[in-house]
Nanobody, 127 residues
Framework: QVQLVQSGGGSVQAGGSLTLSCAAS????????MAWFRQAPGKEREFVAA????????YYSDSVKGRFTISRNNAKNTVYLQVNSLKPEDTAVYYC????????????????????WGQGTQVTVSS
């Protein structure tokens, strides 16, 4: 089973940028689609972005499209989320996750489709 360790995050002002990283252990990382979710206080966890196992296909929630970029480096077993033009409503704990099914293309948007999760990293955006 893939284990995930996140880094990055922090506090920025509106309009700022951050890079979130998610490093995976296990030799099977390159076989799985990956995704980022986030959870704001008092709200349900929501889908942010996903990437196929090879990195060639990505998609985003409407709320972050054009501002966030998901990418991966399979040689480093790492997936990234570059977050730009941050808004106060982006404040949340961000989680990376691994698709349950290998070689499955781009993962779905439902958190139930994911088998392993990172520990979460806080992103706080002030106005």
């Amino acid at each position: 089973q893939v284990q995930l360790v996140q880094s990055g995050g922090g506090s920025v002002q509106a309009g700022g940028s951050l890079t979130l990283s998610c490093a995976a252990s296990g030799r099977a990382f390159a076989s799985y689609g990956m995704a980022w979710f986030r959870q704001a206080p008092g709200k349900e966890r929501e889908f942010v972005a996903a990437i196929s196992w090879g990195g060639g296909r990505t998609y985003y929630s409407d709320s972050v499209k054009g501002r966030f970029t998901i990418s991966r480096n399979n040689a480093k077993n790492t997936v990234y989320l570059q977050v730009n033009s941050l808004k106060p409503e982006d404040t949340a704990v961000y989680y990376c996750a691994v698709d349950k099914i290998p070689w499955a293309g781009v993962p779905g948007r439902d958190s139930a489709d994911f088998g392993s999760w990172g520990q979460g990293t806080q992103v706080t955006v002030s106005s």
